[in-house]
């Protein structure tokens, strides 16, 4: 599996992938947030679009799996992150490939990154429903940080984890 950054040739797919794979997440088809999800084109244009793509059918032809977006300092993707934090959104894995290890791939993708920048910590928010994310983020060493919790919008509650770049 291979991690790079998101071509213009892969944000249909990668919108039609985060949808997807949010959607038991979502109030119905008609939830204000889906287009934001299917939006990977103003993602990769005003944070930075990581996919996971696999090789089918021999060398030369992969398919897009997964996607995570980043969002730096002046990026309007940003939510929480503080000054030496890097923030992670959107980690998206197709349905149909998820409990392969792509959403760890592109995690650690990311950590390895942020680490070798010098950042500090990581931080993410998450839906409190979102069990399995939970679990791979505490796999890695996430943990919960109440205090950064916080809500988009009104019927909306989001939950902070973060993890410390520094140690390890």
Do not use: K
């Not at 599996?1 to 944000?11: C, F, G, K, N």
């Not at 089918?56 to 300092?73: A, I, K, N, Q």
């Not at 894995?93 to 010098?118: F, K, S, Y």
Request: proline share 6%; net charge negative; hydrophobic share 40%.
């Amino acid at each position: 599996m291979d991690v790079r950054l998101a071509r213009h040739s892969d944000l249909e797919r990668v919108g039609e992938i985060t949808a997807a794979a949010y959607a038991d997440f979502l109030v119905g088809p008609r939830d204000p947030y889906l287009e934001r999800l299917r939006d990977a084109e103003a993602r990769s244009r005003e944070a930075t679009l990581w996919v996971a793509a696999d090789e089918r059918d021999g060398p030369g032809s992969s398919v897009v799996v997964g996607s995570v977006t980043t969002c730096p300092p002046a990026s309007p993707w940003r939510e929480i992150a503080e000054d030496g934090e890097g923030e992670m959104r959107m980690l998206a894995v197709d349905p149909g490939e998820q409990g392969r290890g792509v959403g760890r791939v592109l995690v650690n993708h990311v950590l390895a990154r942020w680490r070798r920048e010098g950042l500090e910590a990581a931080v993410l928010s998450s839906l409190p429903e979102m069990h399995a994310a939970h679990r791979l983020y505490e796999s890695l060493g996430f943990t919960r940080v109440p205090g950064r919790d916080w809500s988009p919008v009104v019927g909306t509650r989001l939950i902070a984890y973060r993890l410390d770049l520094t140690q390890g």
